[in-house]
């Protein structure tokens, strides 16, 4: 048996990410318990289970955090896109010249299976040292059968050896694979990629509903399939025009609809009747120089909102929690405890993982001890990371003397 004690435990009971401190659910001078991957005991230290003891020093515990938008397995970089960006090219403009996307399919196809895997874990290790037990790894960089079931096998490889947990997620129609028709990489996606994928493993499926990448029709279809196939739905709705993506999410049923910075207010209606989760990434918003997407809108809804990273190499290559979650208060408006109700709870629930992003009795044991007592200090002090301690499944993943001051 583990035990934390002395510890501000922020539990994220509350089921919404109410105003000001609410959705932290604190408990003072709290502990948690846990043995076997699950916690067992919080409340007050005076009366926690004995066992091997971690002191917090009256430090912040939160559950370990989600990270429900990535795209961490790739080859390459993009950086003269980034130049050209800064010069005035937009991102469109850039996919349209030959680079984006495919770009990124090219060279991840040229890489080789070592290379692949040496770089996705290391991703994963500074997400899982920074305090990120839980990582969703979208593919989308292969577009053919057998180099998206590659891609899936690569992010399975390097979540076991980073010790991080990955929930593998199909993104076939991310973009039209060169000398391929519409309708032959559809059929193919929804006929052979889906099936193989969650045969070998894959949680979701996604697709990218835009203007140059696949209408709603195309979406409708690979998800529907995807969904018969027991994979949670995700969308790219509604990031460079108001395509309808939140409402064809809700309208399928999806688990999240992710981007949203230019969705309707009929868009967030259908999203909450549905109970489709908002992903909101305001870094990429900010990497694109976009204008992020608002979490009021949603959250005044009832939408459950959730932070994602975004990570992938074109738009959007910063790797840090505490900027996410800075940026989560300066760019969609959430207080810092709500910006880290939506890296916990609201993003476990993004992905449909009702055992985590909750510090209860029965959930899994995968908790953060940071270097501060207040929530608050991790999107104020943003850029360097916070995480002292990170456990995972009840047992300490990284350990730090101290992470920064
Ligand atoms: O979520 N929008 C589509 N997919 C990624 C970008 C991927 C890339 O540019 O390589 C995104 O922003």
Same mark, same amino acid.
């Given at each position: 048996?583990?035990?934390?004690?002395?510890?501000?435990?922020?539990?994220?009971?509350?089921?919404?990410?109410?105003?000001?401190?609410?959705?932290?659910?604190?408990?003072?001078?709290?502990?948690?318990?846990?043995?076997?991957?699950?916690?067992?005991?919080?409340?007050?230290?005076?009366?926690?289970?004995?066992?091997?003891?971690?002191?917090?020093?009256?430090?912040?515990?939160?559950?370990?955090?989600?990270?429900?938008?990535?795209?961490?397995?790739?080859?390459?970089?993009?950086?003269?896109?980034?130049?050209?960006?800064?010069?005035?090219?937009?991102?469109?403009?850039?996919?349209?010249?030959?680079?984006?996307?495919?770009?990124?399919?090219?060279?991840?196809?040229?890489?080789?299976?070592?290379?692949?895997?040496?770089?996705?874990?290391?991703?994963?290790?500074?997400?899982?040292?920074?305090?990120?037990?839980?990582?969703?790894?979208?593919?989308?960089?292969?577009?053919?059968?057998?180099?998206?079931?590659?891609?899936?096998?690569?992010?399975?490889?390097?979540?076991?050896?980073?010790?991080?947990?990955?929930?593998?997620?199909?993104?076939?129609?991310?973009?039209?694979?060169?000398?391929?028709?519409?309708?032959?990489?559809?059929?193919?996606?929804?006929?052979?990629?889906?099936?193989?994928?969650?045969?070998?493993?894959?949680?979701?499926?996604?697709?990218?509903?835009?203007?140059?990448?696949?209408?709603? $029709?195309?979406?409708? &279809?690979?998800?529907? %399939? !995807?969904? +018969?196939?027991?994979?949670? *739905?995700?969308?790219? /709705?509604?990031? #460079?025009?108001?395509?309808?993506?939140?409402?064809?999410?809700?309208?399928?049923?999806?688990?999240?609809? $992710?981007?949203?910075? &230019?969705?309707?207010? %009929? !868009?967030? +209606?259908?999203?909450?009747? *549905?109970?489709?989760? /908002?992903?909101? #990434?305001?870094?990429?918003?900010?990497?694109?120089?976009?204008?992020?997407?608002?979490?009021?809108?949603?959250?005044?809804?009832?939408?459950?909102?959730?932070? !994602?990273?975004?990570?992938?190499?074109?738009?959007?290559?910063?790797?840090?929690?505490?900027?996410?979650?800075?940026?989560?208060?300066?760019?969609?408006?959430?207080?810092?405890?709500?910006?880290?109700?939506?890296?916990?709870?609201?993003?476990?629930?993004?992905?449909?993982?009702?055992?985590?992003?909750?510090?209860?009795?029965?959930?899994?044991?995968?908790?953060?001890?940071?270097?501060?007592?207040?929530?608050?200090?991790?999107?104020?002090?943003?850029?360097?990371?916070?995480?002292?301690?990170?456990?995972?499944?009840?047992?300490?993943?990284?350990?730090?003397?101290?992470?920064?001051?």
């Amino acid at each position: 048996m583990l035990v934390v004690k002395n510890a501000r435990v922020a539990t994220m009971t509350s089921a919404q990410a109410l105003p000001g401190d609410g959705p932290l659910g604190f408990i003072e001078d709290g502990a948690v318990a846990m043995e076997n991957e699950r916690i067992v005991y919080v409340g007050p230290s005076s009366g926690a289970p004995a066992g091997e003891t971690l002191d917090a020093g009256g430090r912040l515990v939160t559950p370990g955090l989600v990270d429900p938008h990535t795209h961490l397995v790739f080859a390459g970089d993009r950086a003269h896109e980034y130049a050209q960006r800064i010069a005035g090219a937009s991102y469109l403009e850039i996919a349209r010249a030959g680079g984006g996307i495919r770009s990124t399919v090219r060279a991840t196809r040229a890489a080789s299976d070592e290379e692949l895997i040496e770089c996705a874990t290391k991703r994963l290790r500074r997400m899982l040292a920074s305090g990120v037990t839980t990582v969703e790894v979208k593919t989308g960089y292969g577009l053919t059968v057998a180099d998206e079931l590659r891609m899936l096998r690569i992010a399975q490889q390097a979540g076991a050896a980073a010790g991080c947990e990955v929930v593998p997620t199909l993104l076939g129609l991310h973009a039209l694979p060169e000398g391929l028709s519409r309708e032959a990489w559809i059929r193919q996606v929804c006929e052979e990629l889906l099936p193989a994928a969650a045969h070998a493993g894959a949680r979701g499926c996604d697709a990218f509903c835009e203007e140059g990448a696949f209408t709603r $029709d195309e979406c409708s &279809r690979a998800l529907s %399939a !995807g969904q +018969a196939l027991g994979l949670a *739905a995700h969308l790219h /709705a509604d990031q #460079l025009s108001d395509s309808g993506g939140a409402a064809l999410a809700a309208s399928l049923g999806c688990a999240s609809a $992710d981007h949203l910075e &230019r969705t309707s207010t %009929a !868009g967030i +209606a259908a999203m909450a009747s *549905a109970g489709t989760a /908002a992903v909101l #990434l305001p870094l990429a918003a900010w990497f694109l120089r976009d204008t992020p997407a608002g979490a009021k809108p949603f959250l005044d809804a009832g939408v459950t909102v959730a932070l !994602g990273s975004n990570l992938n190499p074109g738009s959007q290559r910063m790797e840090s929690v505490s900027l996410l979650l800075g940026a989560g208060c300066l760019f969609c408006g959430l207080t810092p405890a709500q910006s880290l109700w939506a890296c916990t709870r609201g993003a476990a629930r993004a992905l449909g993982l009702d055992d985590r992003g909750v510090l209860e009795p029965g959930r899994r044991a995968d908790l953060v001890l940071w270097d501060c007592k207040d929530a608050a200090h991790l999107p104020y002090h943003a850029g360097v990371e916070h995480a002292l301690t990170v456990i995972a499944r009840g047992i300490v993943v990284a350990n730090r003397e101290s992470a920064c001051n």
